[in-house]
């Protein structure tokens, strides 16, 4: 089975940076590999629905940010490795949430991942 392990998370003050990593290890029951999956971080804050912030292609050639993280994360994978990142920059106190990782298809919707990680918290101070 696929397995996804997050790390990286914790408080930072606004205006600041953290790097998240998301180690994948297995295979999937059908055979599927990681350097198959479409990867993508979402997070979600207390009462508010879980949304992506980032997502990146099989090949990582495609990737996808919404408006309210655009310019500020970064989204990549190293293959080689079984791994992605987001690097997040200028953090500001309305990122504080759980942050997954997950692999799946590529979309900015919950419903097309299939293997989700434990999550990582992350907390911006004002």
């Known amino acids: 089975q696929v397995q996804l392990v997050e790390s990286g998370g914790g408080l930072v003050q606004a205006g600041g940076s953290l790097r998240l990593s998301c180690a994948a290890s297995?295979?999937?029951?059908?055979?599927?590999?990681?350097?198959?999956?479409?990867m993508a971080w979402f997070r979600q804050a207390p009462g508010k629905e879980r949304e992506s912030v980032a997502v990146?292609?099989?090949?990582?050639?495609?990737?996808y940010y919404p408006d309210s993280v655009k310019g500020r994360f970064t989204i990549s994978r190293d293959n080689a490795k079984n791994t992605v990142y987001l690097q997040m920059n200028n953090l500001k106190p309305e990122d504080t949430a759980v942050y997954f990782c997950?692999?799946?298809?590529?979309?900015?919707?919950?419903?097309?991942?299939?293997?989700w990680g434990q999550g990582t918290q992350v907390t911006v101070s004002s």
């Open positions: 297995g295979v999937s029951s059908s055979g599927r590999t990681f350097s198959s999956y479409a």
């Open positions: 990146t292609s099989w090949s990582g050639v495609s990737t």
């Open positions: 997950a692999a799946g298809d590529y979309s900015s919707r919950a419903h097309t991942y299939e293997v």
